[in-house]
């Protein structure tokens, strides 16, 4: 991963405490030496950890987890069955 180029990546479906399912979404960018990162969940959009991104970009970023939620939720649906990956 280049300076400054973001990474995303997310779990297949789990289960929170709560019985609800949800994926855990990571994003990642180096900064030089330092990699920062932000972790949010999907279907509610937050970020739950942060360390790194500011105000203003966590706020974009759960903007982007919103809009694109149901597109991450298919995607972790395939990795979240092993039969699909045959």
């Known amino acids: 991963m280049a300076d400054g180029e973001m990474k995303m990546t997310y779990s297949a479906i789990v289960r929170d405490k709560n019985n609800k399912k949800i994926v855990r979404v990571m994003f990642e960018r180096k ?3 330092v990699t920062e990162s932000a972790e949010g969940l999907i ?10 991104f500011s105000d ?3 706020k974009q970023l759960e903007e982007y987890l919103l809009a ?4 991450i939720m ?9 039969l699909k990956w045959l």
């Open 74 to 82: 298919a995607q972790a649906k395939v990795i979240s069955n092993p």
């Open 56 to 58: 203003r970009e966590v």
């Open 43 to 52: 279907p509610d959009g937050k970020i739950v950890k942060n360390k790194g």
């Open 31 to 33: 900064k030089g030496p």
């Open 68 to 71: 694109n939620s149901e597109s």
